[in-house]
């Protein structure tokens, strides 16, 4: 060792010194990524960020949009051309089959993980699947006993009672612009519907019982991803077992006799198949939308939807809906325009708020450093 010191010299042990420097600070750097890289993917805080880049409310409503309108043509091929005229048995498929891809989703460990149990009470859990089994159910048996346009009607009671629901629950308030321009979307799809009315009494009674349901898991749904840690995947994981249970008892009351009868042949069980995935990727988008937007922005983008078909139909395939409802579907989209704009202008002065708030933090903390520093050098 002496031989080794005299030919390095006091600079050569420097040097060593410095690289076992090197490579502890590359060591550090390579632990802190990977201790990143773990937080992003196996924590509910990373997990929800990770949610929150990837998937922004364009994203997320553009996405609920294109599966919408899929799954629109796969159930009316479904219920049309296959005869299968059983709604609550069709909504339990979709959902054991989203159950079935997110329990390979979590084998693979691609599931998201869910915030600790703690965090969130099995109460509200259990609440959202229960609601999410009669919304879901009560939504397909509505579609199936009532026109298009009293169906579009009954939605049109889901925005005034998500309003009242979060203002008695969570006492909150929407500034009456916006109220002004929900009211002309509901009078938008209103005209534009109207002439698609057709009474029956116990549609119009599922359409009635639908109603409180849809908006209490509109609300829930935005309200857990966003007070909470929850990611859409990992609340759909907790969520479906529930809505499975719930779907199973409301099938002898609601659906009609004849299951066991229904031809599973290759063709007719293709055709529920692809609707099951749509329905999978239609609760995804769902609660994507509810978790990036609101409850009342998810009614408004429901309605969008039924104003945009009916106008694609005008426009590509020469359908006359009448000039009544292409001009209440042309005002709603004015309205729907209007509460769009109001929502954006909100989310730049919330992002203008917080920005404002981190500066004057940081200003506070470069202050207090400051006054600890001249403390130190007084002393």
Avoid at 356 to 362: E, F, Q, R, Y
Avoid at 364 to 377: F, H, L
Wanted: proline fraction near 3%.
């Amino acid at each position: 060792m002496g031989l080794f010191d005299s030919l390095l010299g006091g600079e050569g042990k420097k040097f060593i010194k410095r690289k076992d420097s090197d490579a502890g600070e590359a060591g550090r750097a390579l632990e802190e990524l990977r201790s990143s890289l773990y937080n992003d993917l196996r924590t509910s805080e990373g997990a929800k960020r990770q949610q929150q880049r990837f998937c922004g409310p364009v994203v997320a409503m553009t996405f609920n949009f294109m599966v919408s309108v899929g799954i629109i043509m796969a159930n009316k091929l479904v219920m049309g051309k296959v005869g299968f005229n059983y709604p609550i048995f069709l909504t339990l498929i979709h959902y054991v089959v989203a159950w079935f891809l997110l329990a390979i989703f979590k084998a693979l460990s691609i599931l998201p993980v869910s915030p600790p149990s703690k965090s969130t009470p099995f109460s509200s859990l259990f609440s959202l699947g229960v609601v999410m089994s009669f919304s879901s159910g009560l939504a397909n048996t509505s579609l199936k006993h009532n026109s298009v346009g009293f169906y579009q009607m009954a939605k049109i009671a889901v925005t005034p009672s998500i309003v009242i629901a979060e203002f008695i629950i969570y006492r909150k308030t929407i500034s009456s612009k916006k109220v002004l321009s929900l009211v002309i979307v509901s009078l938008g799809v209103a005209i534009a519907t109207v002439t698609d009315l057709e009474f029956n009494l116990f549609g119009a009674l599922i359409a009635v019982a639908w109603i409180i349901p849809s908006a209490i898991n509109k609300i829930l749904w935005s309200n857990l991803q966003q007070q909470g840690n929850w990611t859409a995947l990992a609340l759909m994981w907790k969520t479906t077992p529930t809505t499975i249970f719930f779907l199973l008892a409301l099938m002898p009351w609601l659906d009609p006799p004849g299951i066991l009868s229904f031809k599973w042949d290759v063709t007719n069980s293709t055709a529920v198949l692809i609707s099951a995935a749509l329905g999978f990727l239609l609760q995804w988008s769902g609660a994507l939308t509810l978790g990036a937007t609101s409850a009342t922005t998810h009614v408004v983008l429901g309605q969008f939807k039924t104003c945009v078909i009916l106008l694609g139909g005008y426009i590509l395939f020469n359908s006359d809906p009448g000039l009544v409802s292409i001009c209440g579907a042309v005002l709603a989209l004015c309205g729907m325009s209007i509460y769009t704009s109001l929502n954006l202008k909100d989310q730049q002065e919330s992002l203008s708020k917080q920005n404002l708030s981190k500066t004057k933090t940081s200003a506070q903390e470069v202050g207090a450093d400051s006054d600890a520093k001249v403390v130190v050098n007084v002393v």
